[in-house]
């Protein structure tokens, strides 16, 4: 075996060897992408209640919450808007419109969902008012740009890049995620717990979701499971049913 033989099989065997090593990439399709979209905009509610939850306790903490919450928002901001824009269009279908704005419930739940999940870990109101600031002081003390980076959350890292090439060219949202507009607790109306004996006896694991309040207006989606099935607006108790 001649010198120019043995470097053929040395180069081979060290492709193969880097190959075996590199970490392998998940295959991108849309069911995934749609999840880690999901997932930024969770933890997007999520971050968002904890800083606004921290801010008002006013004093040094307010003003350590505030720069936390724009570092952050400085080191995710491209990837949220992404994420948005992506899960808007993925939920298109299942969309109405009430009094102006294009509403989701799937959002509206998402969001609820992780404003809870902020409330319940910090549990200011079950603490004294030095415990709800030593609270705050150590769970903003774990939050920096790069332990916070959402690029790099084991469910989303793989999916980032490609998230970001849905960038949407109006960058200037309100609301995440934008099909919820800032709606997460709504207290239920007079007509509310006829509905849910209504829905319930369709779907026994059905969940009635309070989206509206004002009466004599009022609005609501009903989940089967993890899905909405359909929407109820009503006016002095009587409701129209939209599917979805």
Not at 40 to 52: G, I
Not at 148 to 158: D, E, G, Q, S
Not at 195 to 219: D, M, R, Y
């Amino acid at each position: 075996m001649n010198r120019h033989t043995l470097l053929s099989l040395s180069a081979l065997c060290s492709v193969l060897l880097q190959a075996c090593a590199a970490p392998s990439t998940p295959p991108t399709s849309p069911e995934s992408l749609a999840q880690a979209a999901t997932a930024v905009l969770d933890e997007a509610v999520y971050y968002s209640t904890l800083f606004s939850s921290c801010a008002s306790l006013g004093g040094e903490i307010e003003i350590d919450a505030i720069s936390k919450q724009q570092d952050w928002l400085n080191s995710n901001n491209q990837l949220l808007l992404s994420a948005d824009q992506l899960y808007s269009q993925q939920q298109a279908a299942n969309t109405f419109e009430y009094q102006g704005k294009t509403l989701a419930p799937t959002a509206i739940k998402l969001a609820r969902e992780a404003k809870q999940r902020a409330i319940k870990e910090l549990s200011l109101n079950q603490r004294t008012p030095f415990n709800q600031v030593k609270t705050c002081e150590f769970r903003l003390s774990k939050i920096n740009a790069s332990s916070n980076n959402l690029a790099k959350h084991p469910k989303i890292a793989p999916y980032a890049p490609e998230l970001l090439t849905h960038l949407p060219l109006d960058q200037a949202i309100a609301n995440i995620p934008s099909l919820a507009a800032g709606i997460t607790e709504v207290a239920p109306g007079p007509t509310y717990y006829k509905l849910v004996k209504e829905h319930e006896s369709k779907c026994p694991t059905g969940f009635t979701l309070s989206i509206v309040n004002q009466w004599p207006k009022e609005a609501y989606a009903n989940f089967c499971g993890d899905s909405s099935v359909e929407v109820l607006t009503c006016d002095w108790g009587n409701c129209e049913t939209k599917k979805l």
